[in-house]
């Protein structure tokens, strides 16, 4: 399972950088994904259709990366319901709250040396190791 | 409609992007955010390559008037670093760690097919309602945006 991948690693984020890149050379637009999501979401967003066809297109690379390779993506998520409930609403509140996720700040904001989204990848990646630490260690998840 | 496209082509990139280095797999990102489990430095890999590529396509993008498919570049504005920053960063992280998916890559598996994203995600979007409709937002200052 904990297996370093350093090549794919590599490879997949300059594919997340050039995308995020692409979509502000030619839309002037910060690939935040949880902003693109939450403008959907939230009513009185005027433009929808670029928001619609971005979301779209994070549902298609992956197929079209199923489709070249053979087998099937290594996958483990938790199959507790509520558990996966609760993180939602903490991802979706706390995202909307900080203005932005992993996309809009970790990559964007650190790209353009934002010291606000800095603040907010500090923040969200200790708390999340914390969560981790606290969930499999402490109470032994 | 060339922006929309834009938007398609860009998406796509960033989904392949996501599914390449597996960060649609909650378990890889739990086996990195857990330090003292056999960890896997693979996501560190994933962050910097994409904030440099990010960075230097921003570079180039920047040094035009304006972009290629629109009047304006909109980036955010905002230089203050207040208490909703972090204390959403916070909660955002908490709910990141219990499960393992942030909003990018839990969109991006809805590709599997799998219900634990659909359901993950109708969640996600409560909790962006819940915001929009808490007093929270209504104190929020209007936005400021940059326009080069």
């Given amino acids: 399972m904990a297996e370093f991948t350093p090549l794919s690693a590599l490879i997949g984020g300059c594919l997340i950088g050039g995308a995020a890149g692409l979509l502000f050379w030619l839309d002037g637009r910060i690939a935040g994904i949880s902003g693109i999501f939450g403008g959907l979401v939230e009513a009185g967003a005027g433009d929808r259709y670029w928001r619609v066809a971005f979301l779209a297109g994070l549902v298609l690379g992956p197929l079209l990366h199923a489709a070249v390779t053979a087998r099937p993506p290594a996958f483990v998520v938790t199959p507790s319901l509520p558990l996966l409930v609760a993180a939602g609403l903490l991802v979706g509140f706390g995202t909307r709250l900080g203005h932005g996720c992993t996309s809009g700040h970790g990559v964007c904001g650190l790209a353009r040396l934002s010291r606000r989204s800095l603040v907010a990848t500090l923040s969200f990646f200790a708390s999340a190791v914390v969560t981790v630490f606290v969930a499999r260690h402490i109470l032994g998840g | ?148």
């Fill in chain 2, 1 to 148: 409609m060339r922006q929309v496209v834009a938007a398609l082509a860009a998406g796509i990139l960033f989904g392949l992007g996501l599914s390449v280095s597996q960060m649609t797999n909650p378990g890889k990102v739990l086996a990195f955010l857990d330090f003292l489990g056999p960890w896997d430095p693979s996501l560190a890999l994933v962050l910097i390559a994409a904030v440099t590529t990010a960075a230097a396509v921003f570079r180039v993008a920047r040094s035009r008037p304006r972009p290629l498919f629109a009047t304006s570049f909109q980036v955010p504005g905002r230089r203050d670093i207040d208490a909703r920053l972090v204390i959403g960063g916070v909660l955002f992280g908490v709910g990141w760690g219990l499960v393992g998916w942030c909003p990018g890559p839990a969109i991006a598996s809805l590709a599997l097919a799998r219900w634990e994203s659909a359901a993950f995600l109708a969640a996600m979007a409560a909790g962006m309602l819940a915001y929009r409709l808490s007093p929270l937002a209504r104190a929020e200052a209007p936005k400021t945006e940059l326009t080069r």
